[in-house]
């Protein structure tokens, strides 16, 4: 009874083996090669899939989605021998998973060297400061030959990426002494832009400034010569509407004699020919008025303003200057 127990409980655990090995579930993104005898029969796909046990073996399972790998850094030589270390990025994805299983050993490592030469061969025609500056088109030429060299292994190059590029630490001050030289010279050339700007914007506004208060003082001026014209048309107007005759100009004139003959420095007078007519008419019309008031009134006649006894006489219009006073 016993070994008949033994045998079923062996059957049991065959069976499930059996049935371990006949299912296969592949997760989704994966692929797996079967192969019967060491020889390949096909590709499991993601899902539920069905193989012979203990006759089909699964070699290899391959994972289908993008891959990220870094690399070291490796040396490698400008055009004009300098010695620069470069780090790079690949990302590559699993496009037949035959053809990565059975036609490289180890695509990974096959991918890295194949980087290298491709790199050392690149930046061998560039100088140092176009490999500074020219990534984009080293990461073109960089992912052209690795995937055209990759796709007979069932892989696709997507993207290269450069993540440094360290050149030697003497070179690395030069080109900070160089670009600190730069960077002074571009202030200099701005500031001096700058005061350039400064000045002449200084000088269009006082251009602006001078041609303002001009044209303000010539506006003022004919304004105030204006008003002086109409100011001398109204006196004008209204001395000719109140008609005067000469005995009142005379009167006038001999009122406005002590206020000239005012101050200590007034050596010289000019006295206008006229000044006899005007007298003349002044005394005639005193005389009129004495003999009028004389009989009503007993009016006075106005005083003559006195004149000072040094004051010459002008009578032909001549200047005579005042003898000075001891």
Known sequence: MQPIIIVLIILVVLVFIALVKTIQVIPQASAAIVERFGRYTRTLNAGLNIVVPFIDSIRNRIDLREQVVPFPPQPVITQDNLVV????????????????????????QAIEQLTVTTLRNIIGGM?????????????????????????????????????????????QDSMEKQMRADRDKRAAILQAEGVRQSEIL??????????????????????????????????????????????LLSYQYLQMLPKIAEGDANKLWIVPSEIGDALKGLSGAIGNFGGGGGVGGGLQPPQAPHVPPQAPKNVGGERREQPPID
Do not use: M
Not at 85 to 108: G, H, L, M
Not at 149 to 170: D, F, H, M
Not at 207 to 226: F, P, T, V, Y
């Open 85 to 108: 270390n470069i780090d790079t990025v690949i990302y590559y994805q699993v496009t037949d998973a035959r053809a990565a299983t059975y036609e490289v050993a180890s695509y990974i």
């Open 127 to 171: 100088d140092l400061e176009r490999t500074l500056t020219s990534r984009e088109e080293i990461n073109a030429a960089l992912r052209g030959v690795l995937d055209e060299a990759t796709g007979k292994w069932g892989i696709r190059v997507n993207r290269v990426e450069l993540k440094a590029i360290e050149p030697p630490t003497s070179i």
């Open 202 to 247: 200084r000088a269009e506004g006082e251009k602006q400034s001078s041609i303002l208060r001009a044209e303000g003082d010539a506006k003022a001026a004919a304004l105030r010569a204006e008003g002086e014209a109409q100011a001398i048309r109204t006196v004008f107007e209204s001395i000719h509407a109140g008609d005067p005759d000469q005995k």
